[in-house]
């Protein structure tokens, strides 16, 4: 692996990926428009500080298909990325041998600060500091501003994009464990409501909502809540809840009497499907 280049320690720009692509100089916003220079520099800051060899740029940039013009283009485009970015004489838009390179501090870059967040957050949890790790946690996940690179229509930028979407939906997953660890499970419930609505395949999810709801007080809801995803999954893959909800759900009925909870409230309309019965 080629060695990280040095970096300034400071810079008039500022980039933020983790929402709508944006660049700010000394916290100025700077408009690099929604077309080809906004995804050339979405493409750069894929891999920040790392030479960009410029073939590669130009089949990502025309999504495999480019122009006889790309060459020249190419040239054009970074010219006026970096008259956009030169602030005090500087910019961080470098030319190298056969490429470019687009330097950006960490502390300039809303994905690094989440991913050191993550990183610390993680220790904390791993030396048995919950609520540091919550926290945390929890902050890496108020960097994000929505969608990872919003607006940038580049096929490869999208599928970063979609890796960066998933490390996120782990993080939530990893935050809410620590949360309900530390009984905050009516905090945790709505978000997990709502992640639910938009990845309801997602059994993980519906694990931790599962154990927020019984922690609550609200078994028997859990367990109504296990029928709806035993509906959800025979309809959409045809398959039951795997064993990691339903080693949940399991659990949830055995601690009925501990819960002061009768267990024939503790009943959930099951499915009966004949896959479900499988």
Request: glycine fraction near 8%.
């Amino acid at each position: 692996m080629q060695p990280a280049p040095s970096v300034p320690e400071s810079t008039a720009f500022t980039f933020q990926v983790l929402g709508p692509l944006e660049v700010r100089n000394h916290a100025r916003p700077v408009d690099v428009g929604s077309g080809k220079l906004s995804q050339l520099l979405a493409l750069l800051l894929i891999e920040p500080n790392r030479p960009r060899r410029r073939d590669l740029l130009i089949d990502q940039l025309w999504n495999g298909a480019p122009p006889t013009s790309a060459v020249a283009t190419l040239q054009s485009h970074v010219y006026r990325l970096r008259g956009l970015l030169t602030s005090d004489g500087r910019s961080p838009v470098e030319s190298l041998a056969g490429g470019y390179r687009l330097v950006v501090p960490a502390h300039g870059f809303d994905l690094a600060q989440f991913e050191e967040l993550v990183r610390t957050g993680r220790k904390a949890r791993e030396s048995g500091a919950t609520e540091r790790a919550a926290d945390t946690l929890r902050q890496a996940l108020d960097v994000w501003a929505g969608e990872a690179f919003a607006g940038v229509d580049l096929e490869v930028v999208q599928l970063h994009a979609a890796g960066l979407q998933s490390l996120r939906l782990q993080i939530v997953e990893e935050c809410v464990a620590a949360e309900l660890a530390l009984g905050r499970q009516s905090d945790v419930i709505p978000e997990l409501e709502n992640l639910i609505g938009e990845h309801s395949l997602r059994e993980s999810l519906w694990a931790l909502l599962l154990q927020a709801l019984a922690r609550s007080g609200r078994a028997a809801e859990a367990l109504s809540r296990y029928g709806d995803l035993e509906r959800v999954l025979d309809d959409e893959l045809g398959v039951r809840p795997g064993p990691l909800v339903s080693g949940v759900r399991d659990r949830i009925v055995e601690r009925a009497p501990a819960s002061g909870e009768p267990r024939e409230r503790l009943r959930y309309r099951r499915c009966t499907r004949p896959r479900c019965r499988r």
